[in-house]
């Protein structure tokens, strides 16, 4: 039986993650070295990765959209606030998250500022929270007293379901009572399906592959409640930011014309290049979910970042008491001035290289 674990406030879940800028402050000094570069003089720029998928920045590299930058694979990851804090810590030079998660690590006193959305929700791929067909659990007020599966706290699971809940009408009280539990995604369908958990949210391949089993329905979707949206974005520490603006921004134009080509490109021929970088990394892996590959889920071309996308999450926290009104804006949290679709390099709709798009 997977044991409930009640969320508290997200400021008290994350406190935790804010002791990372003690540690921040320790490194500052470390963070002044000259970083290594190659024989040819790129900088090099260390990553996590995810396991059996190809990153946007991984594409952007093997499409040779770089110029001044060699990723360095420093293993994998699957959690937005630890990528963070790996940046954070000098262990990484970047790092992607949640927004929400990127506030109140900003909030905590976290040095970083968000230069590219890296994540999102458009036509095709999204995050569903699924509840069994039998359940007889057709509402937000049905969830009262239940458990809600999710992959961690403090996050885009966590931050979806509570406002969902609070577009539902009900009071704080009420969502307060409506309990989340942290599971492993590989695990929250079978426990929803034995009855463990009452909801549980899933993405990508567990959702395809939950949905091809049958038996469960979408309750409500990140979609739902914002349209096509992007809800993360890489980050930098902003003394990176500060002593290697050339790399920065090498980065930035790179993956933001690798995520264009994933928007602009036939799935088929998308699938065949991910398999393809997979099997020359040799990592070892499993190119079996690229099966289940659909969109790059970046809604917006180019992975330019929408104020909105912060704000909405800022309003988020005041209205729950978590950051005092007024003090945090939108656009003090990120910069899109190294993307080349929001600079004027590129019109918006352009292609990875500034040529118009045919429609296919």
Same mark, same amino acid.
């Given at each position: ?30 963070? /002044? ?40 694979? !420093? ?28 506030? /109140? ?52 699971? =966590? ?14 009280? !009420? ?44 309750? &409500? ?63 070892? =892996?499993?190119?079996?979910?690229? /099966? &289940? ?13 929408? =104020? ?13 008491? =978590?950051?005092?009104?007024?003090? &945090? ?6 910069? @899109?001035?190294? @993307?080349?679709?929001?600079?004027? /390099? &590129? ?14």
């Amino acid at each position: 039986m997977v044991s409930p674990f009640r969320s508290t406030r997200s400021l008290r879940i994350l406190a935790a993650a804010f002791a990372i800028t003690s540690a921040i402050g320790v490194l500052t000094g470390c963070g /002044k070295s000259e970083p290594a570069t190659t024989a040819d003089g790129k900088t090099v720029v260390r990553y996590q990765g995810q396991t059996g998928q190809v990153t946007p920045f991984e594409l952007a590299a093997d499409l040779g959209y770089f110029n001044k930058i060699d990723l360095h694979w !420093e293993g994998d990851t699957t959690s937005g606030p630890a990528n963070i804090q790996a940046a954070a810590t000098h262990q990484i030079e970047f790092g992607s998250a949640f927004n929400g998660a990127v506030i /109140k690590l900003v909030a905590g006193g976290a040095p970083v500022t968000a230069v590219l959305s890296s994540y999102g929700a458009d036509d095709k791929s999204f995050t569903g929270y699924f509840v069994r067909d039998d359940s007889g659990i057709t509402s937000a007020r049905d969830l009262i007293g239940k458990k809600v599966g999710v992959n961690t706290l403090g996050a885009h699971h =966590e931050f979806v379901t509570r406002e969902w809940l609070h577009q539902q009408g009900l009071s704080d009280a !009420e969502i307060k009572q409506v309990q989340l539990v942290v599971l492993p995604p590989a695990n929250t369908e079978d426990a929803l399906r034995k009855g463990q958990i009452d909801a549980a949210a899933l993405g990508a391949v567990f959702r395809d592959n939950a949905v091809e089993r049958g038996g469960l329905h979408p309750l &409500y979707t990140d979609k739902d409640l914002f349209g096509q949206f992007d809800y993360g974005t890489y980050v930098f520490r902003n003394d990176y930011l500060k002593q290697q603006p050339e790399a920065v921004a090498d980065f930035v134009q790179g993956t933001a014309r690798a995520t264009r080509w994933l928007q602009v490109t036939p799935r088929d021929e998308v699938v065949a290049r991910f398999e393809s970088i997979i099997t020359k990394r040799g990592r070892n =892996e499993n190119t079996g979910l690229l /099966k &289940y590959y659909k969109s790059s889920g970046i809604p917006v071309p180019g992975a330019v970042i929408e =104020e909105r996308e912060f704000q909405v999450w800022i309003d988020w926290l005041v209205r729950n008491g =978590e950051l005092p009104a007024g003090k &945090y804006a939108a656009k003090d949290l990120f910069t @899109n001035k190294d @993307n080349p679709y929001s600079n004027g /390099k &590129y019109p918006a709709a352009a292609g990875p290289s500034g040529e118009a798009v045919v429609a296919k």
